[in-house]
Structures are given as structure tokens and as C-alpha cells.
């Protein structure tokens, strides 16, 4: 911006400062109270979150700048909410509680330690920290002014400053004592120069200026002080209900009896007409004015200042007490004298140690030098009145001012490096509106328009230089510069101050009325003052004829001119001066000898001395880098949680702070550097969100545009954005706060996903040892059991190899097992048929058991098979068993008719009709049994010839019959079965040779027969006959058979052959062929 050059500030006829650059009015404001933006705006920027709840932190954030009633309303909610201090920009508005909160305790001061700005709420610490980090990190000198009506508390804020440096430097390598030394110069200044007002119980009668020396570390090593306009009239006069200088009650109270001695003083403050006021000094006071004593004994002790030193001071206090009490009587030549027995200066002298005869002529005359002539004339009472008072509060006010000077002898650094900074601390009255308002209000008043002027040229310059170096263009604000306030009361020649002077210094006979004159005439014109004349005539009513007024920034007052010749003049009698130069009181001589004594030139008036000593103080603060803290009294009461609009508005008029917010205001609301800015808001676009890799000029921009601001909103500087309005910041912030949980929302869902994660992995670990260790058991048990198992197996196999041998603990289980199997097979394969002869092997062990079971197992199928036998076969068996008995190994055929079932008929059914017929005839004996029946061939005994007969078998006889043309049976043989000898062959052959015996003549030989079966009925007949021996087998190959009456008969020849036959052979002999 090529406009730095052409940037115009000019001041026009409303004494108001424009600024106006070449292309015409444009834009911006001048004057901010704008120190360090960034770190202020930082604050701003915590007023953001909280401005719903308890106001606005920041006025400049109040949407309605323009409107007090908004101001005050701001102030109203916090201070309700116990929350004293807010800011306007930079500046600190803090409103006196009353009341002790808890804002300043250790953990408080940790909080704004080496903390950012905007990092905490609005406090006086955050005002000390951030100037005292300028000053160490930056070197800039700081000072900080605190500003405000008697009991707005600025002595306090002024104490919390220095207490906040002394924690803030703990850490610090330094003289301790220093520290020490510079907060235990409050307890003394407030001492001899604070005293109980009507406004303030402790209001602080001086203005202080207190510079803290800081070495390049930041420790503090050393202190001085520039004390201002001690108001002296209290020493010999208070006005109702306030009181003396503290130190005299203190002294009173506090000092031991031999103190009080030595100093001639009894207990009583009512007995000092200095302090007999109508206040009434409650039990409680004093006893706190006795301990306040003890405190300054023990700050002087640390300030160092020796028993002979104190002995001093109070010497001289105490003589001011003895002052008071001198008395003026009416001579008889009209003059005044104190008479002879006066005590009082008797004690005066003897305390100041100076001669007291001497003390007290000077107190009653005056020497006079008028050309060359030195001329003494005696005093009136009143004008000795007047001179004692003069010397008493000389006496006061340059021993305060010795003691300022002893302080800072005490306060002096050992040395001063170059790298050594200062920090200043100004704690100055306010501006004052009484009714009735003297001299010392318009000091008082000059002093704060010369502050609100360094204010205006330090914040405007401020301003101006920054939106230089940012390249801002700016338009002009109509705002008011007291400057011309300050000229009407300092101009050379036409200054208030230089009538005054003159008036003072004018020969002839000055008076506060021809002083009102001069300045009527003289300054009627100006705008910022009125005389009793040329104000309306509502005014002049309440004006009185000795007073003028101007128009001070912060409103209208009204001086009496009474006693400012006096007061400006400030003369005390030579001859006291003098006096008091030979004061064996090494601090009062010193005191009155420095006075120049021997000049014969006018001292400089008082005012003229304080104006030089408040232009010394404007040089040092304007060479520093101010802070202010702006202190409001909420109420006349001294009471807590009370506030009086009138009266805090009255506050806000005079102490700039409407117009302070206006000029603030009146350009951009919040500024801050690129890099700041993108850091706070940077969530709230895509691009540059998290982060941004251009310039962060660039990134702000993209910021701007997604973010709608309008033109005239805001302007970019060279390194920092300017926003005009709160309320687009407001919106910014609203969207930032929205935004900030979505963020959090996001960092908290990563801060899970990683703490599951860890928590995961945790688990998994311990998971895994888990398995580690239950893997580890199972395979342990596991192992137990394939080796359990391999010696089972091995048992088993032993056991198996030795199955065979004894029984021995190896084999015993093997064995047990292979019994039980065996004993399972069994039971399921038992044989279940008489004739299934399969039966499982048993094992060695069991042989024995398994013949034994199987002997009883076939016994059980024997038994069964017997118990189921029907009689029929039962007989059979019987049948068959005698066949085997009788045949078996004896006749070949036995074999082949084991298989068949014995039968005891077979007949032809033809035959077996006959059979009955026979049975039922004649024949047949009755009682006879017939027990076998069957067909035969019967050989004749001589040629063999075959011819075919039936057999009947009765249980007595054999019956041989012919079936004779199968009509009937005619019976051939009845033959006695006892009395038959039978022969078979033992072959297969069915020959049956019977042998019939002699005595049966009638049969006439053997029989030859042959019977189809013959093992059957041979069986059958000998189960009846029971006579087996009847039956012969013989294995010859030939047999005789016997004709009738046992004569020899043919042979029987047997052969074997593959056809069976019976027949006659060639030889004559029957043939028998058996198959083999
Ligand atoms: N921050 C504060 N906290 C509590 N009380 C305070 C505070 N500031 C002032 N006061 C009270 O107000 C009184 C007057 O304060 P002071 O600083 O002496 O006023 P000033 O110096 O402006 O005349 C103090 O004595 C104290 O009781
Ligand atoms: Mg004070």
C-alpha cells in the first residue's frame, strides 16, 4: 500500500483527530488502546465462549458500543457475578468488590503464569504477566497505569501487580531482600501518605509512580519511586468523618509506654487537635492502628532503617502532634505569643531539637528584607496560626518526601547492568469532582488530562503504526483530543498555570479574587472554560462568584480560587526555614538545608513544580510500553455487591472509557495475525483443515471466502486480518465451537479406535499367554496320557506275549480283559443246536473254565433236547441205542440204517387188511400184542426157492404168512420168539437164518429169510424179547443151516459183489452178495 506515505493526521477545529489519506475519507479508526494485538485479541477470543453467560469479556465485543447503558449493564452482570475485571481491548476495567474474593490466590497466579493471554479470563495478573513477558522476552520497557476515583481500588490493583511479579520471579536466583524490600514499601508509603477518607479507608494522599529494575534474567533486583503532590492540608485539617495521615493514630496506638515517653505523648488521638476530628475512633480501629504499627516497625526493619533513624521519624511525627497543640494568645499590643508555660513548643523544640525560645519567635514573627532592610514584625494569632500550620505541614510533607528518597536509597540496585529493564507501576489519584473543588483538585485534574493525552497519543500512534505496517487504509473517526484541554491549563503565557504564576509572583496585592479576574478576561473565550459571567443563568446560580470551571474531558468542574495564591506560593517564613535548617534532627535539617536557602530568587510555585515533575513523568511513561487498569467504584458505602448506576456512570464519563471504547471500536473490532487466526479457525474450511501448507495469508483467505464474509467486514494486512464487526467474529467463533465437536467428536472416535485398539492388543497378549499356558496343559496332559497310554499298550502287549504262562502282575490286566471278551464272545456265540458241536477258543487261562462251561452248556441243550422229546421218539432213541448195542461194529448195514427212523409196520396197505382180518381170526391168540409187521422172503430149505411171506412179530411169537393170492394170510410158522436162535451175516446183506429148535418138529428146519429191514425189526423184537444174546452175527463166509429134525442142510455162502442178491449158485449153495 503505497498510502503510508500519504496518511494525513490532522486535527481539525473540533480539536478532534481525523485521519485521512490521499484518496479521500476510506476507512479506519485511530486510537486503540492497542498494545500487543495479538496477545489482546487472544483474550477476545476467550471473551467468545462466555459472552452468553457473564457478559461480554471484552467491551469491544458489545454489539450496542455506542450506548452506556449497554456498558453499564455489561459491568452490572459480571460484577453480580463476582467477576470485577473485563477489558476493553488492552485496557483493564475493574470494579472494586469490596469484599475479598478468591482471585488471587496461588493457583490464580499459576494460571496466568507463563500462560497466553486469551488462555484465561480477564484478571490484573493477566495485565502484569503479559507486560512483564514483554518486558523479559522482549525488552520493551512497561508501565502500567492505573487510573481511577479514591477507592476505586487502585492502590490495590497497583500492590496485586507487584505481588503477582514477586510470585512470578520466585523461581528465580535474586536477592530475596529485594522483593521483600519492594512490598514492604506499600505498608510504609500507605502509612505516612494514606489516610481515612470519606471515600476510602485507606485512600492513598500522594500519587506514586513506582519503577520495579528487572535484570536480563527477569528478577527483580532493585525499585524507585517518584512520589507527587502530597495533599499536606490533611496534616493540619480533615474534613468530617475522615482523618489524619494514618501514621499519627498508629504511633498513638502502637508505641510502648517508654516511646511514648521519649515522644511526650499520651495514648489519646482526641488530645492532638491535628487528630481531633469528629470521627469517632472505635475500639476496633485502634487496635488495628496497634497492629498496623507493629507492621511498619517491621517494614523498616526490612527497608533497613536503623533504631536511630526511626527514633527520628517518629521525633518528628510526634512534634507534629505537639504542633497542633500550640497556642496563640492575644498580646496586649494585639500580637500573638505563646505563653511561656506552653509545653507544647517546649516539646516541639526538644523533638526537632531546636532552640526553643527561637521556635517560638519564629512562630510569632516574621523578618522581612525589603531593599536591604531586614525588618522584623510581630504576627497576628491568626497569621501565627497560619504560620504554625505552614510549618507543620512542611515539616510533614518534606519529611514524606525524605522518607520516598530514603526508600529508594534502600531500593537502589547493587549496580544496573545495561541489559537491565524497568517496569513501572503508576498508581495516581483520579480525576476529582467534589462540591466544592481547590487547588488540589485541579492538580489532580491536570494530572489525569495529561494521562488521558499520553493515552490518546500512545494508543492513536499505536494504531496508526500498525495500520501502516499492515498496509490498512483508513478513514477518518471523529473523536476528541483533550490536548486542547491540556493547553488551556499549560500553555506558556496563556496557560491557567502561567496566570497563576504571575499572579503569584506579581508585585502589588494579589489575591485569589484578582487571579479569578485575570483568568475571566483572559480566557472567557476559549471554549473549555466559563466564568460566572458567561455561563447560562441556570449555571450561574449554582456557580459561585469565586469559582471558574472547565470543561475537562471527563465533564465539567468547578474551582473555588480561594487559597491558590496561597497554596501555589507555597512560602513558609524564612526564619522557620531557617530554623529548621539547624534542627539537631539529622532528617529535618536535612529536610530544610536542601531549600535554597541563601538564593534570594523565588522558589518555583507548587504549581510549576508539579507540572515540570508530571512532565518528567509523561517523558518516562511515553518511553515505555503502557497497560492500563481503569478502576471503578461501584458505591459510596465501601459495600459489597452493591452498585450505583449514577455513580458508575459518572465513572465511565470521566474516565474516558465510553470514548476509549469508541476508539477502539471505531475501526476493527479484532485483529490477529495470519497464523493465529488459521490456527484457531482453520477447521472451519476443507482446504485448509488439518492443515495448510501455503502461506498462512493464503490459508486465511480461502478461510474468508468460505466463510461469506462481506467486503467491508474485514481487511487483510500485511500480516494480520482485521475484522470490523464482533458479530462476524461471533458468527466464526458460533461455527468454530459447532465445528469443535464435530473435531472433538472425530478425535475422540480415533482417541477409542487407538485406546480399544490398545486395550485389544493388551487382551490379546494376555489371550495368548492364556493359550500359551493352557496349550502347555493341555499338551501336558495330554502327554500324560499317550504315555499312560503307551504303558497300557505295552501291558497289554506283554500281557499278550505272556497270555499263555501264570498269571502276573504284567499279564493279570491283559488277562482279566481277555477273560471278560472271551466271556462276551461266548454268550453271544453259544451254541444253541445239540448236534452244533462250535465252541469259542478260549483263552490259556480259561481252558478249564471253558470245558467245565461247556459241559454244563451241553448238558443244559441235552436236558432241553431230553425235556422236549415227544414219547414216540423217546422210544425211538431207545430203539436206536439197542440197535447200536447190538449192531454197531457187528453187521456192515448197521451204519446205513441209523439214518432212518425204526418203523414198526410196513405192510402194503393191501397186507395190512389182511393182517387185521388174521388178528381178528382165530389165529391170532386174544391178549396177544402185535409189535412189528413187515414183508419178507422166505428161501426154501432145498432148492432156495424165493417165495413171499409176511412177517407178524406178537410180544410172544413170530408169525410167518402167506398172503396166498392176497385174499388172506394163511399162517406158515407161528414160531415162540423165546425159543428162536437167530444168525445174520455181519455184512450188509438182510439174510436171516432161524434156527428153530427140535422140539418144534413141525417146522422142519431152519428158516431162510430175508427181511427188507432187517436192524429195524431185529430191534424191535429184542426190545421185547430183551434176550440180545438170541441173536448171532457171524463174519464166516459160509454158513450151515439145518434141514428138519437138525439134519445137515445146505450152505449159506456169502461174498460181496456190487449187487446185493439172495439166489441159488451153480454149486447148490444159496449165494448171499452183500455190497461193502
Ligand atoms: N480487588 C479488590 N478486592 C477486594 N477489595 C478491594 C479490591 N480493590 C479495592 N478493595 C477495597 O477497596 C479499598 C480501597 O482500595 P484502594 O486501592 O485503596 O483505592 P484507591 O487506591 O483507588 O483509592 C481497599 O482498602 C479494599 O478494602
Ligand atoms: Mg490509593
Known amino acids: 500500500m503505497t498510502q503510508q506515505d500519504s496518511?494525513?493526521?490532522?486535527?481539525?477545529?473540533?480539536?478532534?483527530?481525523?485521519?485521512?489519506?490521499?484518496?479521500?475519507?476510506?476507512?479506519?479508526?485511530?486510537?486503540k488502546g492497542l498494545l500487543r494485538p495479538v496477545s489482546v485479541a487472544g483474550a477476545m477470543e476467550h471473551a467468545l465462549q462466555h459472552r452468553e453467560r457473564v457478559g461480554v469479556q471484552d467491551f469491544v465485543l458489545l454489539e450496542d458500543y455506542q450506548s452506556e447503558a449497554a456498558f453499564i449493564d455489561n459491568l452490572r452482570k459480571r460484577f453480580n457475578e463476582n467477576i470485577i475485571y473485563t477489558y476493553i481491548g488492552n485496557v483493564l476495567i475493574s470494579v472494586n468488590p469490596y469484599k475479598n474474593l478468591p482471585i488471587y490466590t496461588e493457583e490464580k497466579i499459576q494460571q496466568y503464569y507463563k500462560k497466553a493471554f486469551f488462555e484465561a479470563p480477564p484478571h490484573v495478573f493477566a495485565i502484569a504477566d503479559n507486560a512483564y513477558r514483554s518486558l523479559v522476552y522482549e525488552h520493551r520497557e512497561q508501565c502500567i497505569l492505573i487510573s481511577g476515583e479514591s477507592g476505586s481500588g487502585k492502590t490495590e490493583a497497583s500492590k496485586k501487580v507487584l505481588e503477582y511479579i514477586a510470585a512470578r520471579t520466585k523461581h528465580l536466583r535474586t536477592v530475596e531482600t529485594v522483593k521483600d524490600k519492594l512490598l514492604q514499601t506499600n505498608p510504609l508509603l500507605e502509612a505516612f501518605g494514606n489516610a481515612k477518607t470519606n471515600r476510602n479507608d485507606n485512600s492513598s494522599r500522594f500519587g506514586k509512580y513506582m519503577d520495579v529494575q528487572f535484570?536480563?534474567?527477569?528478577?527483580?533486583v532493585g525499585g524507585h519511586i517518584l512520589n507527587y503532590l502530597l495533599e499536606k492540608s490533611r496534616v493540619v485539617s480533615q474534613m468530617a468523618g475522615e482523618r489524619n495521615f494514618h501514621i499519627f493514630y498508629q504511633l498513638l496506638a502502637g508505641a510502648d509506654q517508654e516511646m511514648m515517653n521519649s515522644l511526650r505523648l499520651q495514648g489519646r488521638p482526641e488530645a492532638y487537635k491535628f487528630c481531633n476530628t469528629t470521627d469517632s475512633h472505635t475500639q476496633a480501629s485502634k487496635i488495628n492502628d496497634a497492629d498496623q504499627f507493629r507492621t511498619i516497625r517491621d517494614a523498616m526493619k526490612v527497608i533497613e532503617i536503623g533504631e536511630a533513624e526511626q527514633a527520628e521519624i517518629f521525633q518528628i511525627v510526634a512534634s507534629v502532634l505537639h504542633l497542633g497543640n500550640v497556642k496563640f494568645v492575644r498580646n496586649d499590643k494585639g500580637n500573638a505569643e505563646i505563653l511561656t508555660h506552653d509545653a507544647n513548643s517546649g516539646n516541639v523544640a526538644e523533638l526537632l531539637k531546636v532552640d526553643s525560645t527561637k521556635l517560638r519567635s519564629v512562630l510569632t514573627s516574621r523578618t522581612i528584607e525589603a531593599r536591604g532592610d531586614?525588618?522584623?514584625?510581630?504576627?497576628?494569632v491568626e497569621q501565627a496560626q497560619f504560620a504554625r500550620d505552614a510549618l507543620a505541614k512542611a515539616i510533614y510533607d518534606k519529611h514524606f518526601s525524605w522518607l520516598v528518597k530514603r526508600l529508594n536509597a534502600a531500593l537502589a540496585p547493587a549496580q544496573f547492568g545495561d541489559r537491565d529493564s524497568v517496569f513501572g507501576i503508576l498508581d495516581i489519584y483520579g480525576f476529582e469532582i467534589f462540591p466544592k473543588n481547590c487547588f488540589e483538585q485541579f492538580c489532580i485534574n491536570y494530572c489525569n488530562e495529561k494521562l488521558q493525552q499520553l493515552f490518546i497519543q500512545l494508543?492513536?500512534?499505536?494504531?496508526?503504526e500498525e495500520y501502516l505496517r499492515e498496509g490498512i487504509e483508513w478513514e477518518p473517526v471523529v473523536y476528541f483530543n483533550n490536548i486542547v484541554i491540556c493547553d488551556l491549563i499549560e500553555a506558556r503565557h496563556q496557560g491557567i498555570i502561567s496566570i497563576l504564576d504571575d499572579e503569584c509572583l506579581r508585585p502589588g496585592d494579589a489575591t485569589d479574587y484578582s487571579l479569578l479576574e485575570k483568568l475571566n478576561q483572559r480566557l472567557d473565550k476559549h471554549k473549555h472554560y466559563k466564568s460566572h459571567r458567561n455561563v447560562d443563568t441556570k449555571t450561574q446560580k449554582l456557580m459561585g462568584r469565586d469559582e471558574f470551571c472547565i470543561v475537562h474531558y471527563a465533564g465539567e468542574v468547578t474551582y473555588s480560587v480561594k487559597t491558590f495564591l496561597e497554596k501555589n506560593n507555597d512560602l513558609l517564613f524564612?526564619?522557620?526555614?531557617?530554623?529548621?535548617?539547624?534542627?539537631?534532627?539529622t532528617i529535618v535539617e536535612q529536610c530544610f538545608k536542601d531549600a535554597n536557602l541563601t538564593s534570594k530568587k523565588r522558589p518555583e510555585t507548587a504549581i510549576t513544580q508539579f507540572k515540570n515533575s508530571l512532565n518528567d513523568l509523561i517523558k518516562i511513561l511515553s518511553s515505555k510500553e503502557p497497560s492500563y487498569i481503569r478502576c471503578i467504584k461501584p458505591n459510596d458505602f465501601k459495600m459489597p455487591m452493591q452498585m450505583d448506576d449514577k455513580l458508575i456512570s459518572h465513572q465511565v464519563k470521566y474516565l474516558g472509557l465510553m470514548e476509549n471504547l469508541r476508539v477502539r471500536r471505531a475501526g476493527f473490532a479484532y485483529r490477529r495475525t495470519y497464523e493465529a487466526f488459521l490456527e484457531r479457525y482453520k477447521?472451519?474450511?476443507a482446504e485448509t483443515w488439518p492443515v495448510w501448507r501455503g502461506p498462512a495469508s493464503e490459508g486465511v483467505r480461502k478461510l474468508v471466502e468460505v466463510m461469506n464474509y462481506e467486503r467491508e467486514e474485514y481487511r487483510m494486512g500485511n500480516t494480520k486480518i482485521f475484522i470490523r464487526f464482533p458479530k462476524t467474529l461471533f458468527e466464526t467463533e458460533d461455527a468454530y465451537q459447532i465445528k469443535k465437536n464435530d473435531i472433538a467428536t472425530i478425535i475422540q472416535s480415533r482417541w477409542r479406535g487407538y485406546w480399544q485398539r490398545k486395550q485389544y492388543l493388551k487382551m490379546r497378549a494376555a489371550a495368548i499367554i492364556i493359550q500359551k499356558w493352557v496349550r502347555r496343559f493341555l499338551a501336558q496332559r495330554l502327554l500324560a496320557r499317550r504315555k499312560k497310554a503307551a504303558e497300557v499298550i505295552r501291558a497289554f502287549i506283554k500281557g499278550f506275549i505272556t497270555r499263555n504262562g501264570p498269571e502276573t502282575p504284567e499279564n493279570r490286566r491283559f488277562l482279566g480283559i481277555a477273560k471278560v471278551h472271551w466271556l462276551k464272545r461266548l454268550a453271544t456265540r453259544l451254541p444253541t443246536k445239540i448236534l452244533d458241536l462250535s465252541w469259542p477258543v478260549p483263552p490259556a487261562t480259561c481252558q478249564e473254565a471253558s470245558k467245565e462251561l461247556q459241559r454244563l452248556h451241553r448238558a443244559l441243550l441235552s436236558r432241553k433236547y431230553r425235556l422236549a422229546l415227544s414219547p414216540e421218539n423217546k422210544k425211538q432213541f431207545e430203539l436206536k441205542v439197542?440197535?447200536?448195542?447190538?449192531?454197531?461194529?457187528?453187521?456192515?448195514s448197521y451204519p446205513a440204517s441209523v439214518r432212518n427212523r425204526f418203523v414198526v409196520d410196513r405192510l402194503s396197505s393191501e397186507l395190512q387188511v389182511l393182517r387185521g382180518t388174521f388178528m381178528a381170526s382165530a389165529a391170532w391168540p386174544t391178549g396177544e400184542k402185535l409189535i412189528y409187521s413187515s414183508e419178507a422172503i422166505k428161501y426154501d430149505r432145498r432148492g432156495y426157492k424165493p417165495r413171499e411171506r409176511a412177517l407178524l412179530a406178537s410180544d410172544k411169537a413170530l408169525y410167518v404168512l402167506d398172503a396166498a393170492g392176497r385174499k388172506t394170510f394163511k399162517l406158515k410158522h407161528r414160531l415162540p420168539l423165546e425159543k428162536l436162535r437167530v444168525i445174520v451175516t455181519n455184512e450188509t446183506d438182510s439174510l436171516v437164518l432161524i434156527k428153530i429148535p427140535q422140539e418144534l418138529k413141525k417146522d422142519k428146519g431152519d428158516l431162510i429169510i430175508s427181511v427188507p429191514e432187517l436192524i429195524e425189526s431185529l430191534t424191535i423184537v429184542t426190545d421185547y424179547t430183551k434176550k440180545p444174546e438170541l441173536i448171532e452175527i457171524v463174519d464166516t463166509r459160509t454158513i450151515a443151516h439145518n434141514l428138519v429134525n437138525g439134519k445137515q442142510g445146505g450152505t449159506i455162502e456169502v461174498i460181496n459183489g456190487p449187487q446185493p442178491a439172495i439166489q441159488r449158485a451153480k454149486s447148490g449153495n444159496l449165494l448171499v452178495v452183500a455190497s461193502p
Not at 496518511?7 to 486510537?31: H, I, K, M, R, Y
Not at 535484570?215 to 527483580?220: F, I, M, R, S, T
Not at 531586614?374 to 497576628?380: E, G, H
Not at 494508543?459 to 496508526?464: D, H, I, V
Open 215 to 220: 535484570n536480563y534474567e527477569g528478577a527483580p
Open 374 to 380: 531586614v525588618v522584623n514584625t510581630p504576627l497576628d
Open 683 to 685: 477447521c472451519l474450511c
Open 7 to 31: 496518511v494525513n493526521v490532522t486535527e481539525n477545529a473540533e480539536s478532534t483527530v481525523q485521519v485521512v489519506d490521499n484518496t479521500g475519507p476510506s476507512l479506519l479508526a485511530p486510537g
Open 882 to 892: 439197542l440197535a447200536e448195542k447190538m449192531f454197531k461194529g457187528h453187521k456192515n
Open 459 to 464: 494508543t492513536l500512534k499505536q494504531e496508526q
Open 574 to 585: 524564612r526564619d522557620i526555614q531557617a530554623l529548621m535548617a539547624t534542627s539537631g534532627n
